[in-house]
């Protein structure tokens, strides 16, 4: 019973010093307990009240939780809109999906803390397209809002908390409360919910049962903002800039389909190498610049940032004698051009240093079809690719190459938008955390009827280098 040190080392890891528990069973969810084989002890660990309220959370997951006595009272029998027992211990927030897989990534954690904050479950309204990519992340139990929640089927009769806000039914009584709101957060919808920071909005909302969000944004510095959260979040995250770190690694783990293939590719092509390299290439606009100026750009940014080494001469058949290192460069895009040029270019060429570059593009689906199952698999797989590199270099404004660096624990480089022929100068520039870009954040303060600027608020809160009003933790 005396567990030597390693022992203990490894047990801490392989738990992700805490964050995650033994108890579930491996051979379902087989990434859980081997992701730490393949990526590197975060130098991040949870606070100990971090740790404390996910098993706190886990408990009442377990007892509120899809098919328990409660969860069949309230989000069975609500179906009918019926008032609800106001007494009830249980309160929900369901999560629906918006947007590409990146942004469902991220609003995800982002409802996740909110149901911790408040002492809700998340359930979360999954679809065929995304069955297949995540394992179950609380222990026995389940995050999948069964099929016969009423907003499955309509979802016009749900009131709305905009429309709450705008008739001002917001100060009735407990008894005229709605047991079913949808609170939408969505980056496009622009009205009331400039105001689901303020701490008024937050106490309607706790008052309401079950809240459905529909959301494709990171909105987590908004819950930084909101007074009566604060002590709860600076003792779960003194370091700040770990909110989706921890949090992604806790509920995101690849399922075994997966897994394999991220297995399987890493184990073929990265593992070996001596350093990897990873390049998230996405193009929003294609005519704003054409492949090449962003193949330029990319060189251009892993020159001055040593990432890659400049070219030497052609290649000749006389291969060197000394033992060499090699890099790996995986590239992640939806366009083949991308790792085609630099493959042929580190093909043809020798490197000063002499190092061996190989460079990698796992798929190249051409566009975005974030409905399709097999897409977002390999979507998934990517991403979580790139967070195994030791290095990346990421796209300007781009959820996919957030949730991969922050999974990572790394500061991508972030490129520039090019357009046209010219290359921007400087081609990238480091973020200033890893932590996700919150792209659409609120733009008003909470009493007076005025614009804020909440960086001079909020000096963990600083605006982000890819997009003039994002906001970003730091
Ligand atoms: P964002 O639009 O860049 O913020 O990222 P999202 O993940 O929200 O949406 C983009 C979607 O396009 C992804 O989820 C994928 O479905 C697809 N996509 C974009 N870039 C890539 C890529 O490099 N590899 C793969 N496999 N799919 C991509």
Redesign the pocket.
């Given at each position: 019973n005396d567990l030597s040190p390693s022992t203990t080392t490894i047990a801490n890891e392989k738990l992700l010093d805490g964050l995650i528990v033994s108890t579930f069973e491996e051979a379902s969810c087989l990434s859980r307990y081997q992701s730490y084989l393949y990526r590197k002890a975060s130098p991040h660990k949870p606070s100990k009240y971090l740790i404390s309220k996910l098993r706190n959370y886990e408990r009442l997951h377990r007892s509120c939780g899809p098919h328990t006595k409660s969860y069949n009272k309230i989000m069975s029998k609500g179906a009918n809109f019926s008032k609800i027992n106001a007494g009830t211990k249980c309160k929900y927030l369901v999560w629906t999906a918006s947007?590409?897989?990146?942004?469902?990534?991220?609003t995800l954690a982002a409802a996740f803390l909110y149901a911790i904050l408040t002492d809700r479950v998340l359930v979360v309204r999954f679809g065929a397209d995304m069955f297949g990519l995540f394992c179950e992340p609380f222990p026995d139990s389940s995050w999948l809002l069964p099929r016969d929640f009423p907003y499955w089927k309509d979802q016009t009769q749900i009131e709305t908390h905009e429309n709450m806000l705008m008739n001002n039914k917001a100060n009735g009584s407990q008894e005229l409360l709605p047991p079913f709101l949808i609170l939408n957060l969505v980056h496009s919808h622009d009205g009331h919910n400039n105001f689901f920071h303020c701490d008024r909005s937050q106490d309607l909302l706790q008052k309401i049962p079950v809240l459905i969000l529909r959301s494709?944004q990171y909105f987590v510095p908004s819950l930084f903002m909101i007074h009566s959260f604060g002590k709860d979040l600076s003792k779960m995250f003194p370091e700040k800039d770990t909110v989706f770190h921890h949090l992604g690694r806790y509920l995101f783990h690849p399922s075994n389909e997966a897994w394999e293939l991220i297995r399987k590719f890493y184990e073929a092509h990265l593992a070996k190498a001596n350093e990897r390299i990873g390049l998230?290439?996405?193009v929003?606009n294609t005519h704003r610049a054409p492949h090449q100026t962003i193949s330029n750009e990319i060189v251009a940014c892993t020159l001055k940032h040593k990432l890659l080494p400049e070219l030497g001469m052609q290649k000749s058949v006389d291969s060197p004698l000394k033992k060499q290192t090699s890099k790996a460069v995986l590239?992640?895009?939806?366009y083949s051009e991308y790792g085609e040029k630099l493959r042929t270019m580190f093909q043809e060429n020798t490197t000063v240093t002499g190092e061996i570059i190989r460079v990698y593009q796992?798929?190249?689906?051409e566009?975005?079809?974030?409905n399709?199952d097999k897409?977002?698999i390999?979507?998934w797989?990517?991403?979580y690719l790139l967070s195994l590199c030791d290095a990346l270099i990421t796209?300007p404004?781009?959820?996919?190459?957030?949730?991969a660096q922050s999974l990572g624990g790394l500061t991508p480089w972030i490129l520039q938008r090019a357009k046209g022929q010219t290359v921007p100068n400087p081609p990238c520039q480091r973020a200033k955390s890893m932590e996700p870009c919150f792209h659409y954040p609120p733009k008003f303060d909470c009493w007076a009827n005025s614009t804020v600027d909440f960086t001079s608020r909020f000096h963990h809160m600083k605006y982000c280098e890819d997009t003039t009003r994002g906001l970003r933790l730091v």
């Open positions: 947007n590409g897989l990146g942004n469902r990534m991220l494709d998230q290439i996405r929003f590239v992640a895009s939806l796992p798929s190249h689906e566009r975005q079809k974030s399709n897409h977002n390999k979507a797989t990517e991403i796209s404004k781009s959820t996919f190459g957030y949730v």
